[in-house]
């Protein structure tokens, strides 16, 4: 994160190359969430009612305490890093500081919406299924967003290097 702060990212080629690399990374991870997500459920409130609250007909047990716990424990963590690591970096950019801080706060809306989500509809109400596809719509566009804004500033600071 150093090279953003003092500018080499203007003169190191290798970590610019290996940022780049990151996000690659990254975006197969972003990829790889949206197939699951719809590996499980789809954009309707039914699909999300379905998975969380269990379905007899597909012979489908409800989400129990534990399984939503393993997955909101690592949830936390692995997304807290990802979210913390590229709006670190978008913080380096030339955008402008209130673009910079609006996109951070939604990101990080974002990913603690979408993992209270699954938690609202199975023990709330199943009416917060719009909310668990909200979220996870945002989620995604806003990490995509990242990924490219990131991106475009590191790509751009490689031309000026030229």
């Not at 950019?93 to 706060?105: F, G, Q, R």
Request: aromatic content about 14%; cysteine-free.
């Amino acid at each position: 994160m150093r090279f953003f702060v003092t500018g080499e990212q203007n003169r190191q080629l290798l970590i610019n190359t290996l940022i780049l690399m990151f996000l690659a990374y990254v975006a197969l991870l972003w990829i790889s969430n949206g197939l699951m997500y719809f590996h499980k459920m789809n954009l309707t409130p039914e699909s999300v009612v379905s998975y969380y609250l269990g379905n007899e007909q597909e012979f489908n047990e409800p989400k129990s305490y534990q399984s939503l716990l393993e997955v909101s424990h690592f949830h936390l963590f692995a997304m807290g890093m990802l979210v913390l690591t590229l709006t670190h970096l978008m913080l380096m950019t030339s955008l402008p500081t209130l673009m910079k801080v609006w996109i951070s706060a939604i990101v990080y809306a974002a990913a603690i919406a979408d993992e209270a989500a699954g938690w609202l509809v199975r023990y709330v109400d199943p009416a917060f299924a719009y909310f668990k596809i909200a979220a996870f719509l945002l989620l995604e566009t806003s990490l995509f967003l990242l990924i490219v804004i990131v991106s475009l500033s590191l790509i751009e600071s490689r031309r000026q290097l030229r």
